[in-house]
């Protein structure tokens, strides 16, 4: 029988992870924060009174095993001076089944299906209305996620503004898991609105699966400033009640300077520095291995290279 894996997450990080995942010999479950504001989904949202579709197309092209040119029109954003600027042809289409189907879910199977999408994508909740809450470490409160990553602010708590209503079939993919993946990607906008609802922490807590993170390759400015794979863990696990981080991947990858030199001059990114005694105290366990590649001057994980260590860990027993 195949393995169960559920990874949950949002946004280019997680698309990325599942585009080599997606050929190895397990099920997989893909689980993605709806609660995103900006951008073509922001509009989308407010026109529509939708939940976030934009994570969810980028996890349903990686994920699709159909054509080249067919996931690139999915991905494809009108450059014009009409309503249509910035919008990607996959969320207007989710956006279009939508209004069909009346639900998000089966959305996302009508479109999986189209797509040839071996894999189950399911969003967090329906919820058209969730709106993401950050209070910063000086007590200010922001609204949304758009304008919680645009803040650059040190954050001491996020949360929801109402509670969502999650999914049953979410609750379902994670009592079932054989493991459970955090995927790379913004810790404050993508990973931590999986954990802060209260069925999901609730499942996650009573699973026997372990908890694996992948860990990000570089800092986000105003975030995660000066943060180490262990403070990455130590965040995860003070969201977490008492079933933590079981597993961390880790890159040590040496990066060229100028590359290096690059991130922290124009985007104010440094690499994510492995610190082994607090890992060690964390008592979590660490895989670290050559997990970076340099695509068009950006730095990547390798998702092949990743997916079979993921691979490799899951096979173990």
């Given at each position: 029988m195949r393995k169960k894996v559920v990874v949950l997450g949002g946004g280019t990080g997680m698309s990325y992870l599942l585009r080599g995942l997606k050929d190895f010999p397990i099920d997989i479950t893909a689980i993605i924060t709806v609660s995103d504001n900006g951008s073509s989904t922001g509009k989308l949202r407010k026109e529509f009174n939708t939940p976030a579709?934009?994570?969810?197309?980028?996890?349903?092209?990686?994920?699709?095993?159909?054509?080249?040119?067919?996931?690139?029109?999915?991905?494809?954003?009108?450059?014009?001076?009409?309503?249509?600027?910035?919008?990607?042809?996959?969320?207007?289409?989710?956006?279009?089944?939508?209004?069909?189907?009346?639900?998000?879910?089966?959305?996302?199977?009508?479109?999986?299906?189209?797509?040839?999408?071996?894999?189950?994508?399911?969003?967090?909740?329906?919820?058209?209305?969730?709106?993401?809450?950050?209070?910063?470490?000086?007590?200010?409160?922001?609204?949304?996620?758009?304008a919680i990553t645009k803040a650059h602010r040190k954050y001491e708590r996020i949360y929801y503004k109402e509670e969502p209503k999650v999914l049953d079939e979410v609750i379902e993919a994670i009592k079932e898991a054989n493991l459970i993946i955090f995927s790379m990607g913004s810790l404050y906008t993508s990973i931590l609105p999986n954990i802060i609802c209260k069925e999901v922490k609730e499942a996650l807590n009573r699973t026997e699966a372990p908890i694996m993170y992948l860990c990000n390759s570089v800092t986000q400015p105003g975030e995660t400033d000066g943060y180490t794979v262990g403070d990455h863990v130590e965040l995860l696990n003070n969201y977490l009640d008492y079933n933590k981080i079981s597993v961390v991947i880790a890159s040590n990858s040496k990066i060229d300077k100028k590359i290096a030199q690059k991130y922290e001059s124009e985007e104010q990114k440094d690499l994510v520095i492995i610190d082994y005694e607090k890992l060690k105290n964390l008592d979590v366990e660490l895989i670290e291995d050559d997990l970076i590649i340099i695509e068009d001057n950006m730095i990547r994980h390798n998702s092949l290279k990743l997916s079979s260590i993921i691979f490799s860990y899951l096979m173990r027993g």
């Open positions: 579709v934009g994570d969810i197309r980028k996890v349903i092209t990686n994920l699709s095993g159909i054509d080249e040119p067919i996931k690139k029109m999915m991905e494809y954003r009108f450059n014009t001076c009409s309503d249509l600027n910035g919008h990607a042809v996959g969320n207007l289409i989710l956006t279009s089944m939508l209004e069909i189907t009346g639900s998000l879910k089966e959305s996302i199977a009508c479109l999986s299906k189209l797509l040839d999408v071996k894999h189950k994508v399911l969003p967090i909740s329906e919820d058209s209305d969730l709106t993401l809450v950050a209070k910063d470490i000086d007590g200010n409160i922001i609204e949304g996620e758009e």
